[in-house]
């Protein structure tokens, strides 16, 4: 799968050709069950083989020829084509792994593993790119999950961004991914458990932690008419930031025109909060947390978790033996200081929002 997004006219999107000389690195990605912990494993030694900005020569995401280059030809606004070096989608039978896997067990790793490059110009971020663009990334993204929501080897789309060295990013070039994964992923799986509970009972528990927090306010770092920003009440990170959809919808394709021309405007507000709260950019990682493909998606209310490892002054949050080895958090977060200091990064973003975006800005 490869194509390209417009800008003009998004999500209008059409095939892009092969590049001259590009081979596939075949996966053989393997689940492993760690029965220990109840949870399934993504074996990929080979992804070591993937470039890593520094050592690479060329950038595979900017637009050129050749067998390292991904995106063949001239200047582009969105591209999304399969990863060369997939974590997911090994060669074998599609489909869920097993559901009552004994100990030791070992099955192909099915799923897809997709690159999203934000655009062909290398020296920006999507923080930086107009609203235009960052819409057409939206559109993107709800055209692929929702493709990939049919497959049988898919139970969870997940839509991601690592942006910057210090969290992981292999390239320097604007992008993200994109998982389709067989398996409903353990600690989303966990949200999914509590978000049934409380439908069961008879409400959402997303629905009234939004209502719970816009009336606190002191959390709440942007409010438009269909999407709210804030800072989670036990937050981990220095900075995070969670962003909800009012409306109870369970995916990005769910959501209609307005929902979407507004996400635009208020997901790079708080991408440019990131950027403008410390005296160098922080970097981040954020992911969608969507409905899975299939059963039980009623208790579902699509949100966005955004955060980054480092704070203001220049302190790096890393996971000590034993928030890694019992999964107990210790937080030296400040959430109502956090979403202070966001909120105060970009002020006149607050107004741009509760305006209907018709136009680029």
Not at 169 to 174: G, I, R, V
Not at 282 to 310: I, K
Not at 320 to 331: I, P
Request: proline letters at 8%.
């Amino acid at each position: 799968m490869r194509l390209y997004a417009d800008d003009r006219s998004a999500p209008a999107r059409h095939e892009m050709t092969e590049p001259a000389g590009r081979v596939d690195l075949d996966s053989g990605s393997r689940l492993r069950w760690d029965a220990l912990a109840g949870e399934w494993v993504v074996m990929a030694a080979h992804r070591l083989k993937r470039p890593f900005s520094g050592v690479t020569s060329v950038c595979p995401l900017c637009p050129g020829t050749g067998a390292e280059c991904e995106i063949p030809g001239g200047a582009y606004d969105v591209a999304v084509f399969d990863n060369r070096y997939p974590a997911l989608g090994a060669p074998g039978p599609r489909g869920a792994p097993p559901a009552a896997p004994e100990p030791f067990t070992d099955v192909p790793a099915a799923g897809v593993c997709e690159v999203v490059s934000f655009g062909s110009a290398h020296n920006t971020t999507l923080a930086e790119q107009p609203v235009r663009r960052v819409r057409t990334v939206i559109e993107a993204w709800a055209d692929r999950t929702r493709a990939l929501n049919s497959r049988p080897d898919v139970a969870q789309v997940v839509c991601f961004e690592n942006h910057g060295a210090a969290v992981g990013a292999s390239l320097a070039h604007p992008h993200g991914q994109i998982y389709g994964y067989p398996f409903v992923p353990p600690l989303l799986a966990r949200g999914r458990d509590a978000a049934r509970r409380a439908r069961r009972a008879g409400g959402c528990l997303f629905c009234d932690t939004v209502a719970a927090e816009e009336v606190a306010a002191v959390r709440v770092v942007l409010a438009g008419r269909h999407w709210i920003a804030m800072v989670p009440y036990a937050a981990r990170w220095p900075f995070e930031v969670h962003l909800f959809a009012r409306r109870h919808v369970p995916d990005l394709p769910a959501l209609d025109e307005e929902e979407r021309a507004e996400l635009a405007l208020v997901y790079r507000s708080v991408l440019r909060r990131f950027a403008a709260v410390a005296e160098t950019p922080l970097p981040y990682m954020a992911l969608w947390a969507q409905a899975p493909a299939r059963g039980g998606r009623e208790a579902d209310h699509l949100h966005a978790r955004l955060f980054s490892t480092h704070g203001v002054d220049g302190r790096v949050k890393r996971l000590a033996a034993g928030e890694l080895g019992t999964g107990a958090w210790v937080s030296e977060a400040d959430p109502e200081a956090a979403a202070a200091a966001l909120r105060a990064a970009i002020p006149s973003d607050r107004a741009d929002v509760r305006r209907t975006a018709k136009h680029d800005r």
